[in-house]
């Protein structure tokens, strides 16, 4: 599930989109503006121990490098790495031990030291029992849980 990045939890993206457009009009003199908050896409709902494999996307307007930085919600991050690419699909893998609800976030910064002015979320669940009896169905086939939201 990809999250847009957001300054408020009810964002739209269009909203994001214009911000953006905005914060560029508003900076006639081509001076450094800062990278949109990455976006985020993997699984939101995983088992305890099982590691995930997660992708930030990081972009800036200005088409300079940008760094990351991590937060997985249990108490760990990742502090800023990089820099890399603009646009470049970034991989990284974490697992959470205990059961709970976790929030993802992840800011970028270019390599001018402009930050993004929020943070991205994507919430993770790690349920105490299986969600349903075909939950390691929906493991090996991602887009077969998908298709059966769509047609619920």
């Known amino acids: 599930m990809a999250v847009q990045p957001e300054t408020e939890r009810d964002i739209e993206p ?33 088992r305890p121990g099982k590691e995930y494999e997660y992708v930030f996307i990081n972009a800036d307007v200005d088409d300079n490098q940008s760094f990351i930085w991590i937060d997985w919600g249990d108490n760990n991050s990742t502090g800023w790495l990089g820099p890399f690419e603009n646009y470049r699909p970034l991989k990284f893998n974490h697992s959470w ?25 994507l919430e993770v669940t790690i ?24 047609i619920k």
Request: glycine letters at 6%; hydrophobic letters at 30%.
């Open 14 to 46: 269009k909203d994001y989109l214009f911000q953006t457009i905005i914060d560029i009009a508003n900076n006639p003199n081509g001076d450094n503006n800062p990278p949109c908050a990455p976006l985020i896409d993997g699984p939101d709902m995983g």
């Open 97 to 121: 031990n205990k059961t709970g609800t976790y929030e993802i976030k992840a800011k970028a910064k270019d390599i001018h030291g402009a930050e993004s002015y929020c943070w991205s979320y």
């Open 127 to 150: 349920p105490r029992t299986r969600t349903s009896s075909y939950h390691w169905l929906f493991e090996r086939f991602p887009m077969l849980e998908r298709l059966l939201n769509i």
